[in-house]
Nanobody
């Protein structure tokens, strides 16, 4: 079993920054991809960013490109998302996810394990 726990969410003014973290525990394995998704009220869960096992390959949604930075520390089993220049449209519950294939994708079905999410609220 894999457990994912997100933290770091909160409320911030537009233009501000937040740093989300996700800690993985449970079953031990390697060479897996990780990603962040988000879900705003009344909307579908959408892809935000993904990263390969080595960290050498990253993907970003167009809406966050240039503002968000994904990173991971495999020794600590953590994933992070640095969010800068936040906008009200970034308001959502943010989820981290694990892809055992190791090739990060942008679709929900690419990921086998999910965290419970952390709320991010950006006020205008």
């Amino acid at each position: 079993q894999v457990r994912l726990a997100e933290s770091g969410g909160g409320s911030v003014q537009a233009g501000g920054s937040l740093r989300l973290s996700c800690t993985r525990s449970g079953r031990t394995f390697s060479n897996y991809g990780m990603a962040w998704f988000r879900q705003a009220p009344g909307k579908e869960r959408e892809f935000v960013s993904a990263i390969s096992w080595s960290g050498g390959f990253t993907l970003y949604a167009d809406s966050v490109k240039g503002r968000f930075i994904i990173s991971r520390d495999n020794a600590k089993n953590t994933l992070a998302l640095q969010m800068n220049s936040l906008k009200p449209d970034d308001t959502a519950v943010y989820y981290c996810a694990v892809d055992l294939s190791g090739i990060p994708g942008t679709q929900r079905y690419d990921y086998e394990y999910w965290g419970q999410g952390t709320q991010v609220t950006v006020a205008s």
